[in-house]
C-alpha cells in the first residue's frame, strides 16, 4: 500500500492506494471517530461494493443513503435526500459521512458533510479513476446549477482517501478514459516527465496493466497532494491551474446538458482548445499542440468540440465561471508542456477562433 500525505497542518490526512483496502476495513474503521457512520453512495455503486464496506461499520450506529446515478442528479435535489436521510433518522454531529462512488457522489457527499449540523466527519471512498486521481482529494465539494457546473459548494477537507484499485475492475472503459484525462492533465500543468511517461504507457494504462494503474494513480494523487497544500483555498493562483481545459469543458457539459459528455471527456476536448488557444497566443508550439492532441486522441478521448454548441454560445457558456474576476474571464492556457499559467491577457479575437473552430489540431 502507498500512502501520501495531503499536508494541511492539523487538518492534514493520509490518501491510501492498495489493492483490496475495501474488504480489509481496518483504514476505514480507523478514521471513523463517532459512533456513527451514515454510508452515500449511489444505486450502480452500492450493489458492487456497500456490502464490502459495511463490516468495517459494525459495532456502529450505520446506515446508507442510495442516490440516483448520474450527472444529471448532481443538483439542490439529490443533495436535499441527503439531509433528509441523515435528519429523518437522526444522525447527530458525532456522524462520519462515507462518501462510495465517483465524484459525483463524492462531490455531492462532501458538501452535504460540509453544511449538516454546520460540518460533520467524511471519508472519501472514490471508486472511478477520475474520483482516484482527482476528485476525491483537496476537499472541493459541491453540486450543479442549472446555470453553471460546480457554482454551489465549499472547501471542505475529508478525513482520509481510501483509493482500492481493485473498485476499477468493474469501470467500464468510456469511463476509464474520463479519468485518465484528468491524469494527462497533471502531466500538462507541471509534471513534463510524467507526461512523457504518459505517452510511452498508454497502451498499458488502456490495457489496465495493475502496476501502470497504480503509478498514475499514486504520480497523480502525488501532484493533487502538493498543489492542494500550497494553496488550498485557490487564493494564490496555483490550484487554479488544475482547471487547465475546465472553463471550455464545463460549457459543453452545461450545454449539451449534464451527463450528456462525460467531465473528463469534456476536459480532454477542453485541455487541446487551451492548447491551440496558447499556439495562437505564440505561447505554446504547433508541435506540442500536436503531441497533446495526439495523447488524448490515444486516450478515446475527443479532441473536437460538440457541433451542436455554437462560438457564440460557448462564450455565453463560459462567461458563467468560478474563475470571472471583476467581470473578466480568466483562462489556463500553457507555456510549454508541464507548465500553465491563468491569464486574462489572451486575444478575445483568438479565443473567439478557437471557439468558432470544429476541426482537430
Ligand atoms: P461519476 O461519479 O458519475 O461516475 C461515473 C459512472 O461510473 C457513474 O455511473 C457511477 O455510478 C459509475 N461507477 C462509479 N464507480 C464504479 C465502479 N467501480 N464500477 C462501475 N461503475 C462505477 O463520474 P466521475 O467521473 O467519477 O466524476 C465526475 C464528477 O467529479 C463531476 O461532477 C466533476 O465535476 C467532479 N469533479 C470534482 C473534482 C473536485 O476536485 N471535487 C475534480 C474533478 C471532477
Ligand atoms: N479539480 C480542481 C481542484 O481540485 O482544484
Not at 208 to 232: G, H, M, T, W, Y
Not at 299 to 317: C, D, K, N, Y
Request: glycine residues 10%; proline residues 3%; charged residues 20%.
Amino acid at each position: 500500500m502507498d500512502i501520501i500525505t495531503v499536508g494541511l497542518d492539523e487538518r492534514s490526512y493520509p490518501i491510501y492506494i492498495g489493492q483490496g483496502l475495501l474488504t480489509d476495513g481496518s483504514l476505514l474503521k480507523k478514521h471513523i471517530g463517532g459512533t456513527s457512520a451514515m454510508v452515500v453512495s449511489n444505486e450502480v455503486v452500492a450493489p458492487l461494493y456497500l456490502s464490502a464496506v459495511e463490516p468495517a461499520l459494525h459495532g456502529l450506529r450505520h446506515d446508507a443513503i442510495i442516490l440516483p446515478d448520474g450527472e444529471q442528479f448532481k443538483n439542490i435535489e439529490t443533495l436535499n435526500t441527503i439531509y433528509t436521510g441523515l435528519l429523518g433518522a437522526r444522525f447527530d454531529r458525532g456522524t462520519t459521512l462515507v462518501a462510495l462512488g465517483g465524484g459525483v457522489v463524492g462531490d455531492m457527499t462532501g458538501y452535504a458533510a460540509a453544511s449538516y449540523l454546520r460540518g460533520v466527519n467524511f471519508i472519501q471512498i472514490p471508486t472511478t479513476l477520475l474520483a482516484q486521481v482527482d476528485s476525491s482529494v483537496g476537499g472541493k465539494t459541491g453540486i450543479n446549477h442549472p446555470l453553471g457546473k460546480n457554482m454551489i459548494g465549499a472547501f471542505y477537507q475529508p478525513e482520509c482517501v481510501l483509493i482500492d484499485t481493485d473498485t476499477l475492475d468493474t469501470l467500464d472503459d468510456r469511463q476509464l478514459s474520463a479519468g485518465i484525462a484528468e491524469i494527462i492533465k497533471y502531466g500538462l500543468i507541471r509534471d513534463a516527465e510524467f507526461f512523457e511517461w504518459l505517452e510511452a504507457n498508454m497502451d498499458k494504462l488502456l490495457a489496465r496493466d495493475p502496476q501502470a494503474l497504480v503509478f498514475a494513480i499514486r504520480r497523480s494523487c502525488e501532484n493533487k497532494a502538493a498543489v492542494v497544500a500550497a494553496d488550498e483555498y485557490e487564493r494564490s493562483g496555483q490550484r487554479a491551474l488544475l482547471n487547465l481545459g475546465h472553463t471550455f469543458g464545463h460549457a459543453i457539459e452545461t450545454g449539451l446538458g449534464y451527463g450528456e459528455w462525460l467531465h473528463g471527456e469534456a476536459v480532454a476536448c477542453g485541455m487541446v482548445m487551451a492548447a491551440q488557444l496558447s499556439e495562437r497566443m505564440d505561447w505554446l508550439q504547433h508541435a506540442d499542440v500536436a503531441r497533446l492532441s495526439e495523447l488524448i486522441k490515444r486516450a478515446r478521448l475527443p479532441v473536437v468540440p460538440p457541433a451542436s454548441i455554437s462560438g457564440e454560445r460557448f462564450h455565453e457558456l463560459m462567461s458563467i465561471d468560478k474563475k470571472v474576476m471583476d467581470g473578466q474571464l480568466r483562462l489556463i492556457l500553457l507555456k510549454a508542456i508541464g507548465k500553465a499559467v491563468m491569464t486574462a491577457e489572451y486575444d478575445p479575437a483568438a479565443l473567439h477562433a478557437i471557439l468558432d473552430t470544429r476541426t482537430a489540431a
